[in-house]
């Protein structure tokens, strides 16, 4: 069962429910855009179906709807940013923006942040470079779900990375992906369907490989990306580490089992050594290294490479970073966004509080 | 079989041989110190194995001994250097220093590489970075081997990426890892051995999955981290097209098909869009973000704190990345570097050639 919305209808509660938290108009806005581009792009999971969860997070009194969100460090080309525990959502493209104007002037930009929240999906904030022909990075550290190569401990998050390159006529190339072998995400969705994980996603509370799809509820662990050493797991967990690293060392965020946690009933960690969730964010002009109409048209020709290249049998075409997500974007733009019916009570269920109607 | 030689008498007979193709002293001494890193941090497939490969590259006038390296294209935080066909060996540190150079004055430099050669291994030149308190990042463009996931075609090379990052008491973070499952090293060791490449390393020529490791020889394909879409092959994709694009379209280097080949016998690729291999550097001042100090002791924290984590059954320790190649380092510094046969055989023939004893 599920049912459909329209992005502005989904738009306006999302902002709405923003606005009753306390969020100023302009952050309000702000949130609901970074929450709304992933259901247009079919990231259900970093959609409105979170919205619930950022409330709870604001009645633990975790996040603060009011921040007042500032560069504590800066050099020409880098910046430390205080989310002052704003919404993740807010705190991200601020930084990001901060990047871009370092950029403007000094050819790159580079932003690291500490005391955030969980900042939606990676890929809404590189993006934002896309518009003034930079190349934009965004990453994240999480709660840790991760135990690394050899571990039976959990200490990194998905640590996700996006990186989004400006083409000419071809639609711009923008990879986001979790430094693990799978999202969480698609290992609920293999819960909700009472099917097995594939070997290499998951491990159990001591370390044995799993198929069990419910197994970090039983306290095992996600694997990183490549699965076991064999399949190059010590390259997915240098991954996460280098992307924990950047985000929260680097600025004074906590880092690897320390991350807050999403739910606000799990307890925060105990001795953190930094403040709340961390951020890292990056952009570079294309001019800083070579005339953009020269880049683009080899991006289009490297595009163009990829996407007609011979397929094995039984698949379409090869897929360029970005393509199913964009495509889900002009369809859901037209057609609406479809949500679960648990989704949707989970949101009715925030409406009445605030009195807000869906 | 195999013979021990000590770091220095390697080191002098590969500056001797760089001598004798023309290079001048400072340049000789840079080649040998960037090969001989490989072999004293274990990564013999990229060490002295690989001599005779680039005097071969040199024979076939593909490698300029005296090159004019230099800057292209520049803005205060970026740069674009053009490595007139010299040794990559010689102009990766050339192009690091200048990311270096400028990190110093606006806090990053970040330089892209044109016209340029196989530059040994990633880790060397991110590591210069270390000296300065400063985070190096390095990647490397490489002729293709490896099919994009659905693709039966080779379009990436095993690019690499390496990030070096600063410590405190403890030792520094190295992470150096080609972006597919295995290295194609690792596969000639299978093949040496006679035996069967694990599931997600290889594919056929029509794309079907392999086990043989003599896949490539018949018009197979190396697969990129993740092995298939089911394990996140395309994730592994996305970070080898990240490093090619970086490297090359941002160089204006050749990119996807087009990277020349390391095998001097291997004819160059038709319709070359750009000049020669292309590489990345990064060089970000850990001063830029917050206080070296206050950074150092979270780092040390974090190593600490990943080092001593509960391990799974039958394992040691969890492997800080850049942690084996520094004991390689420590242990083929005190007693020597073991060379096959075969590679010695190789290295006395290239020495004959120029009246250089070994």
Not at 8 to 24: E, P
Not at 156 to 164: D, H, W, Y
Request: glycine residues 10%; positive net charge; proline residues 6%.
């Amino acid at each position: 069962m599920s049912k459909n919305f329209s992005y502005s209808t989904l738009h306006s509660f999302a902002k709405n429910i923003f606005l009753k938290i306390g969020c100023n108009k302009k952050d309000a806005t702000i949130a609901a855009n970074s929450l709304l581009i992933a259901d247009l792009r079919g990231v259900d999971s970093h959609g409105v179906a979170r919205l619930s969860g950022y409330v709870r997070l604001w009645e633990a009194k975790r996040i603060n709807a009011t921040p007042h969100i500032k560069i504590i460090h800066e050099t020409p080309s880098t910046g430390v940013v205080d989310g002052d525990a704003g919404l993740g959502l807010v705190v991200a493209p601020f930084a990001m923006q901060v990047a871009i104007d370092k950029a403007k002037k000094v050819g790159t930009g580079w932003v690291s942040v500490q005391n955030s929240n969980h900042f939606g999906i990676a890929g809404s904030h590189a993006m934002m470079a896309l518009q003034h022909d930079m190349i934009g990075i965004a990453m994240t550290n999480a709660s840790a779900l991760v135990a690394p190569t050899f571990s039976m401990e959990r200490l990194l998050g998905t640590n996700p990375i996006a990186v989004a390159i400006p083409s000419g006529n071809k639609q711009p190339f923008v990879a986001d992906f979790a430094t693990t072998t799978a999202a969480n995400g698609k290992l609920e969705m293999l819960q909700r369907e009472n099917k097995k994980a594939p070997n290499g996603w998951v491990q159990t509370k001591t370390g044995e490989p799993s198929t069990d799809a419910n197994e970090l509820k039983k306290g095992g662990a996600l694997l990183p990306l490549g699965g076991d050493k064999e399949h190059g797991s010590h390259k997915g967990y240098a991954l996460g580490s280098i992307v924990d690293i950047f985000s929260a060392v680097l600025s004074g965020a906590n880092y690897g089992p320390w991350v807050p946690p999403f739910p606000a009933y799990v307890p925060m960690p105990q001795n953190m050594p930094g403040k709340g969730i961390g951020h890292f964010f990056g952009a570079m002009c294309i001019d800083a290294f070579r005339p953009k109409e020269e880049f683009k048209l080899n991006m289009d020709h490297w595009i163009k490479t990829f996407s007609f290249s011979k397929t094995i049998a039984g698949k379409n075409k090869v897929i360029i970073p970005g393509e199913p997500e964009r495509e889900f974007e002009t369809e859901r733009m037209k057609n609406g966004i479809l949500l679960l019916e648990s989704v949707v009570e989970d949101l009715k269920n925030v409406g009445k509080k605030f009195g807000v109607g869906l």
